[in-house]
């Protein structure tokens, strides 16, 4: 199967999926997770009507960005942001950060964005399931502690939602769970992004409230 003909079948799942939770396809936007994928690729799957890209790391996004310059692409950041990576970060044209997931993070960022004058629109990451190997809030406390406190003291930082992962391979009941736990989250919070479901889940998470599906190798193979 080509990237095409994987981008009618993801198209398809993403159909059923908003079918059977009775949402419009067009309440769910798909972020393609371009981590493994060289410029030529990226250029492909722009050309069949995607338009957001997302990469996990400032250099290699940095390299793509320049290559890709022509294209009017969305690029979010959906990678872990380390502190001294900051100033780099906001140089790019990134549209979202998809993993803001510390405290300390929110006021480095806001910092170093009121030095450029830049306001950068973020989602807190939620580990809910509370991953070790993952990156996120762990308590819905501290999700309410970090948009509050972004909300009256960051002035440069505009949380517009959240993100999560699930765990790889978990069972549907899992996967419903978490999923379902980070959209009434959301829903309380009155936030409207909830960015969840990647290649292997995104099925679920669509019908679970998704509005951002992070799809990556089930463009590169048969889904």
């Not at 899992?174 to 290649?199: H, P, Q, Y």
Request: proline share 1%; with cysteine; hydrophobic share 45%.
């Amino acid at each position: 199967m080509g990237i095409k003909e994987n981008w009618i079948r993801i198209r398809e799942k993403i159909n059923l999926a908003c079918q059977y939770s009775g949402r419009s396809p067009n309440e769910v936007k798909v972020l393609v997770a371009s981590k493994y994928m060289d410029e030529e690729t990226i250029r492909e799957i722009f050309l069949l009507g995607l338009n957001i890209f997302g990469e996990n790391q400032i250099q290699v996004a940095q390299k793509k960005m320049k290559a890709l310059s022509d294209l009017p692409i969305k690029w979010h950041f959906i990678g872990h942001l380390q502190t001294n990576k900051i100033n780099r970060f906001l140089s790019l044209d990134f549209e979202l950060f998809h993993s803001l997931d510390r405290v300390d993070l929110i006021y480095a960022l806001n910092k170093r964005a009121e030095r450029r004058g830049r306001k950068v629109k973020v989602l807190l990451e939620a580990n809910l399931y509370k991953e070790k190997t993952k990156y996120g809030f762990t308590e819905e406390k501290d999700l309410w502690y970090a948009l509050e406190l972004i909300d009256k003291e960051m002035k440069f930082i505009e949380c517009v939602g959240l993100m999560t992962m699930a765990p790889f391979r978990a069972d549907e009941r899992i996967l419903r769970d978490i999923f379902s736990k980070v959209r009434s989250l959301a829903n309380e919070m009155g936030l409207a992004e909830i960015s969840m479901g990647t290649s292997s889940d995104f099925e679920i998470a669509i019908q679970e409230g998704a509005t951002i599906v992070r799809i990556g190798s089930a463009f590169l193979n048969s889904v």
